[in-house]
């Protein structure tokens, strides 16, 4: 029988099906396609099962190790038992259960901001966060590492937008003294960088926000359980309190659930609830979501010793790879960039690594710059000392095949 889209062959559309099949298909020859593979089981935090095999997790964003967590998982299940499996559809009609609000508050009580709100992903929330604050007449300075969804909604605000060199002070004030002091201006940065692990430079960032009058957002995705000593997230690291405008992080990564949320002042907060178009026409984050976000957050309290071995193991893992003499970059977190140079590098470190039993992916360009790609390797808390040191092996195994050690 003909395809239904045999009469759209020879169009743009086409053209980029076919030019994405033919890469898919190439690296599937290549033995060089790792993505999307499908985790089967949990086997405790640090290990699952993938194609039948047992393997090391190198590659969760669970950096406390609170994926599968009892309380957790019981308060999910309880909200389910409660409130169904899903909402009466958009927050500002009948999608707001008290589930939600209590959520909301425990965000705002453990980030110290007056007000919190939520929305249905990380990525979601930082497009609508740029894009609510500022328009056309306004102008954002973003870091030119931030993440995607960063970009995306400076983009999508149609406000003037600059890119300063990574954590680069002195470039950014170089880009505010170059802005209209008439126009409104945002500075927008991630907490700890998603492709390097590096953390943003906060006492400088306020300084200057606070001279040139500039709003300051910084997303905290990798930083909530990460920095500051009961994982608080950055102002706690830098022992500062309450001097970001609006704290923005995501329910997707210690936080065990999906979602993002967005704290700051009670009325910032306010104007979201009612201004912000994912909110008003977009469907509530499911019960068993907010429920396990909720009680996520208050584990990250009861227990705050996860903290401290997160902090531990990411000593020992960054260690271990210097030593060996691998290139991490600048991490200073439990994001380890392991740097390879060439894509075809980081796909065969990844396919030894793999065949060894170690579940790591390939981060190549475009999404990281060409010449750069790298394994990005992550550890938690649930890893022990003897795991560490076994995935360890594995690394040096694979990179001395490769040759990059
Ligand atoms: C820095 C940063 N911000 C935002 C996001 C988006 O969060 P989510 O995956 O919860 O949508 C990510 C996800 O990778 C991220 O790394």
């Given at each position: 029988m003909e395809a239904s889209s045999d009469h759209l062959q020879h169009d743009k559309i086409s053209e980029r099906i076919r030019q994405w099949r033919e890469r898919i298909e190439q690296a599937r020859e290549n033995q060089h396609y790792f993505y999307n593979q499908a985790i089967d089981e949990l086997q405790g935090g640090a290990r699952v099962v993938v194609h039948g095999r047992e393997m090391q997790m190198f590659a969760s964003y669970s950096y406390l190790g609170l994926i599968g967590h009892a309380k957790i998982n019981a308060a999910a299940k309880a909200a389910i038992d409660k409130y169904g499996s899903g909402t009466h559809g958009v927050r500002m009609l009948a999608g707001t259960l008290r589930i939600h609000t209590e959520l909301e508050e425990t965000i705002a009580r453990f980030k110290q901001t007056e007000s919190a709100i939520t929305f249905s992903s990380g990525y979601l929330t930082n497009i609508t966060a740029v894009s609510t604050m500022v328009r056309r007449e306004d102008v954002v300075l973003s870091?030119?590492?931030?993440?995607a969804s960063i970009v995306d909604g400076c983009m999508l605000s149609g406000a003037g937008f600059l890119r300063f060199r990574h954590n680069d002070m002195a470039d950014l004030e170089f880009c505010l003294q170059r802005v209209n002091p008439e126009a409104t201006t945002l500075v927008v940065v991630d907490a700890?960088?998603?492709?390097?692990?590096d953390i943003t430079n906060l006492p400088k960032l306020v300084e200057l926000c606070r001279k040139y009058r500039a709003w300051l957002m910084v997303d905290e995705a990798h930083s909530i359980g990460v920095l500051g000593e009961r994982g608080h997230g950055i102002e706690e690291h830098f022992g500062m309190e309450n001097v970001i405008d609006l704290k923005m992080g995501t329910l997707s990564k210690t936080i065990p659930s999906a979602g993002g949320y967005l704290a700051g002042s009670k009325d910032l907060i306010q104007m979201f609830r009612h201004f912000a178009r994912p909110y008003v026409f977009s469907a509530a984050i499911t019960p068993a979501q907010a429920a396990a976000a909720k009680a996520a957050f208050e584990v990250i309290e009861e227990e705050p010793e996860r903290v401290a071995i997160l902090n531990e193991n990411t000593e020992r893992f960054v260690t271990g790879f210097k030593q060996l003499g691998f290139d991490t970059m600048l991490t200073s977190t439990a994001i380890v960039p392991v740097l390879c140079g060439a894509d075809e590098s980081a796909y065969e470190m990844v396919r030894h690594c793999q065949n060894d039993g170690v579940f790591v992916l390939p981060i190549v360009s475009p999404a990281v710059p060409e010449g750069l790609a790298r394994l990005r390797a992550t550890v938690t808390a649930a890893h022990t000392a003897a795991d560490i040191d076994k995935g360890l092996s594995v690394f040096a195994r694979a990179g001395e095949k490769v040759g990059i050690i």
């Open positions: 870091d030119n590492l931030n993440h700890v960088f998603s492709m390097d692990g």
